[in-house]
């Protein structure tokens, strides 16, 4: 798949189908508005799938995984070790995102986009997909990250696991990162895009202390200076500040939207993959469903960037699709409200007249 | 089961517990914190259930159903006979809740409290349960909604509703509510218990207009003035300004922290039964879970003087149970986390040694 084409491709949700579930849902035996949020969700589910019977039974969370040169600046409150480990801990099925997809009913499909370790056992095993663009990125405090060629591999990539899973039968994609300090590519990101000062960008990530949130503000800094990131060239900033798994998480987004699925999106990590697949094709927002508001301290503005109002607001700020799984049942009972709640005149109910009028 | 002798045995949850809790989960492979609301109630879980790995399976929530003589007021924008017809939706399987609770993996219990109609029909095919204590209650505007014995009946039902689920096999319950005009007793009883004016606590219900909630509230400031109920005795409010169902809810709720099952309180109405409930045995709120923040406006003075955090914000104003049968999976998943998430020790990941420090 070639981004320039998936791109040109990608439209806006029918307004047709909108309108027409809209005007179903205003029948359903329910006080007018009073199923809130999940009524406009399952509007939009019905507008993607052009049907009054959209099914999103069948479910995937895409959890991207790569590692970071900028680690070397001391970013993160983890070892880059971590990274491979908790690979290990989600193939072992011991990790959150296994927990909390299992209650969701969905799959998890491990992907190394760039992990700094050998992880070709699991590979053999079938247990992750392998689309290893490096061990690791550059560091971006003292040169680009990785080069436009991975930029732009990274993104397809994404594109085409998007595209394997849905030929595969998946009715609702979400996207997951797991990455040793990629909280600061994230970041760099968002400043790149919006023009925000790193420091209004830059959170705690793991759980860094003041003066580690501090050296991470001024590494964001130096990479955004060091690089100068073109904010109107969304491939140049992921070359320049992003990272494997982010240019992947960019690109599940993008085949979604190219297939008309719907797609959960995660926290930090998974809104800087949005943000730059809103930047390379605008319309792919309407397949966005943003998941929840992590407790990172930046992603207020992130999904404010993005236009998307969170389900979810539960402090959490773990990544790994986590997130993501928790909202994928809301996004079902959205689904099964427009399904299979009876209308007025199914079950016999006596509609409010003075609503009506 | 005698209200006294409940509400004597009802005990906070355990420290001991929660304290052994706390520090499991601390040990888990993620970021300390970082599942933020999902650990406290994996906690709490664990308190309630005395155990690490605390189960909630087997799930259902308690649909009550009653009318109320205050509809003669004009408080509701829908005419009364919609609660026996929702009933009959709930029987037919083709409401909201039927279908969340689905999603959810709940069995939904309709009870019906006291509808002002003869479903007696449902009764003998086994669909619903009754304990009729009325056809509706009396005009709160005009006298006692119903006597102190039907108060403490409806309690004394609720709790032998939970009793008989947790006899079942049930380890998670969840209270909704059906009964036209219910938002109305629901507002006087935060309004006497709380001594807030009716302004404050009243709100739109099924959406009326302007109107209709100036008249609403004159409705509630003479039900106040008319009864004068006791804000030291919640049996009396409950017989004066409340409702079958809301006092079945309360039962409910008692029933549950009496025997150590944790319940997930829906919207205004079942707040309403929870204030009631946390008025007898103030260690119940230990058990509840407060699912939603409704867009009724009152419902976050509620939650205020319950001292509950909602899970969800989500604009939902429906009732039934249906705010509630959503935050069972948010429930679950943090049961999961608990019970299947592995420690860094077992997951051989290595920790933040910073954030021990």
């Known amino acids: 798949m070639k981004l320039e084409e998936v791109i040109a491709r990608i439209q806006p949700v029918s307004e047709e189908w909108w309108l027409k579930a809209g005007e179903y849902l205003n029948n359903l035996a329910i006080p007018p508005g009073s199923l809130g949020e999940l009524l406009d969700l399952a509007q939009r589910l019905a507008a993607i799938k052009e049907t009054l019977k959209p099914s999103v039974k069948s479910k995937a969370v895409v959890t991207m995984a790569g590692d970071h040169g900028v680690v070397e600046e001391g970013v993160s409150a983890f070892p880059q070790e971590v990274t491979p480990q908790m690979v290990a801990n989600f193939v072992a099925g011991g990790a959150s995102i296994n927990v909390l997809a299992g209650v969701a009913g969905a799959r998890v499909a491990v992907v190394d986009m760039g992990v700094a370790a050998d992880l070709s056992e699991f590979v053999r095993e079938g247990k992750i997909i392998s689309h290893k663009l490096g061990y690791g990125t550059g560091n971006m405090a003292r040169g680009p990250a990785m080069t436009r060629e991975q930029a732009l591999q990274a993104l397809e990539t994404g594109m085409e696991v998007a595209a394997k899973l849905v030929r595969e039968g998946v009715e609702l994609l979400a996207t997951g990162d797991m990455g040793i300090g990629n909280t600061t590519p994230s970041a760099a990101i968002l400043a790149a895009l919006s023009g925000r000062p790193a420091r209004q960008v830059a959170g705690r990530g793991t759980g860094i202390s003041d003066e580690a949130l501090e050296n991470k503000i001024r590494v ?38 190219y297939y008309r699925v719907p797609v959960v999106v995660d926290g930090f990590i998974s809104s800087a993959g949005a943000l730059l697949a809103k ?7 309407d397949y966005m469903i943003a998941s929840h508001r992590s407790r990172e301290s930046g992603h207020g503005l992130m999904l404010e960037e993005l236009g998307l109002k969170p389900l ?10 986590t997130g993501a799984a928790l909202a994928m049942n809301v996004v079902e009972s959205a689904a099964q409200v427009i399904c299979n709640v009876l209308t007025f005149q199914e079950a016999g109910v006596a509609r409010n007249e003075t609503a009506l009028s």
Not at 312 to 321: A, H, I, W
């Open 312 to 321: 979810l607001d539960l402090n959490l700020r773990l990544g790994e699709g």
């Open 220 to 257: 964001i800094e130096t990479a955004l200076e060091v690089n100068k990131p073109d904010p109107a060239d969304p491939v140049d900033v992921l070359a320049k500040v992003g990272g494997f798994e982010i240019g992947g998480i960019a690109g599940v987004i993008l085949g979604a939207a």
């Open 279 to 285: 930047g390379l094709a605008p319309d792919a927002v």
